[in-house]
């Protein structure tokens, strides 16, 4: 990468905190990386959907309310970047149980995209760092800027 590229972290006022030493989103020329994102609320650990028991363990969750909560918490940081929901142009989901969550969040994922998708990988993990069942790392692309003018 050339020197040329400015890189820029962003953090969100309104989206919750990171869960480790990270910013929510990083900007390289035109194009804008978000780190990881989940469905929790801002300010709280409380994860919508999510039942947990004593210990801290989930007992159900709701993946469909999860889903909700984790694109409006990427629209948000998208939206305090500078950036718009249009502007995807990449998204990686992790999925805890890609069996039982993988339809629904499927269906969901259609509501929000109903014009020109981003490119998009599902994969199923073991566990997050959270009890969450699904989090997404996003990367869009800034409008009015053409990669190929900065070669």
Request: glycine letters at 6%.
């Amino acid at each position: 990468m050339s020197s040329e590229h400015s890189k820029e972290s962003i953090n969100s006022e309104r989206a919750p905190e990171p869960v480790g030493f990270y910013p929510h989103a990083r900007r390289v020329g035109n194009l804008l990386f978000l780190s990881g994102v989940g469905p929790r609320e801002k300010g709280t650990k409380k994860i919508p959907g999510v039942e947990l028991d004593t210990d801290g363990k989930i007992i159900s969750y709701d993946i469909e309310t999860q889903c909700h909560s984790v694109f409006n918490n990427v629209k948000t940081i998208l939206e305090d970047s500078g950036a718009s929901w249009k502007q995807l142009v990449d998204v990686t989901v992790y999925l805890t149980n890609m069996k039982k969550d993988f339809p629904i969040y499927n269906k969901i994922w259609a509501q929000y995209f109903k014009e020109n998708p981003p490119c998009r990988t599902t994969v199923e993990i073991n566990a997050l760092p959270t009890p969450i069942a699904i989090e997404l790392k996003c990367i869009a692309c800034f409008a009015g800027q053409d990669l190929a003018q900065e070669k």
